[in-house]
């Protein structure tokens, strides 16, 4: 037993040891008339009492009980109705004490429940009491009366004199469409009490006076349907409306400038796919409104109704190499529209992001590489600035048919034909894919590339795989030249270089004095299994050497010394030299390349002898000479006293000593003769000759 409730057994305690017959008051309650607002004081003994009369006190404050009444104790239950008009729980809650007569030790002040009601809304009645003031425990319970009988909603566990809470509040889960009383009391029930206080009745009207909120919009987007029947629909969504009786939506489409109900959802929706008709061609506008069980609807959301995106994905033209997609601006984006993201797949693969664009795009070109016969599917993302909520238009596929072209390009070789013109060899992949090639030429390495001859294939036809250019404006016998091949479709433009470039070989020949020729040539460019040796061909007098090649040089030597002191005095002398690719090029093995021819020159030797006898073993007067110009020479004979008497332009007929046909007497004569190197060089030499008889 604690000391409370010992403290208030105390006077009974008291009065049992002395008289022998008083046992202690175990159960106080205090009820109120809902109608009178009278209050019934109810003490229950589980013994007999005494005592034939007691004093009920009571007040407003615990402090200051200041009124009192003698009543008559009875067994085994007390029970005490104010007058009318004395007290009114109906509008406070008061206090009161029973004393026994003959205990007058204080006992329970304990109080009546006073319950008081406070609506904010329609959907909720806000209860809220005072406590009872009793020791121990006990529940509170919360009733309602419903079609005239008095419903439990809540029980509420809590200690009589300080409860866990003095207020609940009872939500009104079905709005009544009429303006309806609805009315609540409350019961406190001590744990083993043998009675139970009742607290006034209070009321309130509930009437559904207002429309339902507004769903909240999200998007439109596209449905992409896995059986394909309803993809392109418009899917609808958004945020179910806060309010609780809800009983649907009322979806609505704009056309024809007004926005016209086309379907009534269930309350639990929250997307809706519109399957009569698709929005891939055209932009759809759609509005919500709120419908509640009263039948009320929500003002709508057609100021903020938002829409489809509709895509637009021309055929891609094959010389602009793009795809041109455009859309319509997504308005009425929740939270603001934070821009676009453009997808594009590729054939059968996955989507992947091509682009980020800001909220102000409405167009996208790509300029992705294109392949004959791929197909190319694009569709467009709208997203809000928080990223949670996006509209996705249709997708959009297309066929990418563009001009054929190689997808190989190589220059077999690069070669000096007839010591006259450049022929260019090439090879292309796969086959049947090039309609014109055209052959560009720089000068060196580095250099700019200029166009120079150009092969077109008829035009149902192709170009064979492996064919050849011929230069013949190359200089051969200047310089060597670089070669690149460009393959240009029907749009006019290049497809493709050759993968390697070709440098021609470029050979020099220089006399270097006592029989010796020094020759010069630059590297072979390019082959894919690089050079693998340089061949020295020797040509005497335009004839080639039986043999064969002088000299094999390996790939890095570019320069050959050549002792012709074996070959005939006189004779010309001439070369060129053959490149010849490694082994394993894949494309085109085998490849060779050839110089142009460069010849030995040498200042012209001329020897005049200074007498002859034309009855004898030198029988005329002419020159020894090699590596002159037979066409450019002429020889004047004169006599001591400056008349001609002889001229010729032969190198080797002379003069035979005469005049005319007649003997010309011995003497000293003079002689001037010119002539030219074979490299154009002039020359004239003069000198005197002794004709002997």
Partial sequence: MNIRRFFYLLPVILLFLTAGKIQAQTSYCAS????????????????????????????????????????????????????????????????????????????????NIHLQFSSTDQNAANLSWNN????????????????????????????????????????????????????YRVTYQGLGAACSSLSNEVSGQFFDGYGPSNPSNDTVSLYRDPNGIYTGCPVIGWQPSAKADIAGYILYRYENSVFDSIYTIPKDSSFFIDKSLKACTQSYTYALAAIDSCGKKSYGTFITAPHSISLSVPDIDPCDRRAHLSWNTYDNMPGGLKGYIVYRQVNNGGFAAVDTLSAAATSYPDSTLFLNGNFYTYFVKAISNSGSATSSSCRVSKLYTGPVAPDTLYIKQASVINDSYVEVSYYYG???????????????????????????????????????????????????????????????????????????????????????????????????????????????????????????????????????????????????????????????AGASSTSNISCAIRDPEFFMPNAFRPDGKNNRFRPVSNYVDQASFVMQIFSKWGQLVFETNSLYNGWDGTINGIAAPGDVYTYRIKYKSVTGNSYEKRGVVSLLR
Avoid at 81 to 106: M, W
């Fill in 32 to 111: 109120t008339n809902p109608l009178t607002g009278q209050i019934t004081i109810t003490a229950h003994w589980s013994s007999p009492v005494s005592a034939d009369s007691c004093k009920l006190k009571w007040g407003t404050a615990p402090s200051n009980l200041s009124d009192s009444v003698m009543v008559k104790a009875t067994y085994p239950e007390l029970i005490y109705i104010f007058p009318a008009g004395t007290i009114n729980g109906i509008n406070s809650n008061y206090y009161f004490n029973l004393i026994l007569k003959t205990n007058p030790l204080p006992t329970t002040i304990f109080s």
């Fill in 132 to 183: 009872v003031n009793l020791p121990g425990t006990g529940n509170y319970i919360i009733q309602r009366l419903d079609n005239a009988i008095w419903k439990t909603i809540a029980n509420i566990a809590g200690n009589g004199a300080a409860p866990a809470t003095l207020g609940y509040s009872d939500t009104i889960a079905y709005p009544y469409c009429n303006p309806t009383i609805l009315n």
């Fill in 430 to 588: 796969a086959v049947n894919t090039a309609k014109r090639l055209v052959l560009e030429r720089a000068s060196m390495a580095g250099g700019a590339f200029t166009p120079i001859d150009t092969l077109t294939a008829p035009t149902s036809a192709f170009l064979p795989q492996q064919s050849v250019f011929n230069d013949t404006t190359a200089r051969v016998h200047q310089q060597s030249y670089v070669y690149r091949i460009a393959a240009i479709d029907s749009c006019n433009k290049v497809t493709l270089y050759s993968q390697n470039t070709a440098r021609t070989i470029y050979l020099s020949c220089t006399y270097k004095g006592n029989n010796s020729n020094q020759l010069d040539w630059n590297a072979y460019l390019t082959w894919l299994s690089d050079v693998d040796r340089y061949e020295i061909h020797r040509l005497v007098n335009n004839a080639a050497d039986p043999a064969g090649a002088l000299s094999s040089q390996p790939f890095s030597v570019f320069t050959y010394l050549d002792d012709v002191s074996a070959v005939t005095a006189g004779s010309e002398i001439c070369y060129y030299i053959m490149a010849f690719e490694k082994a394993g090029n894949p494309f085109a």
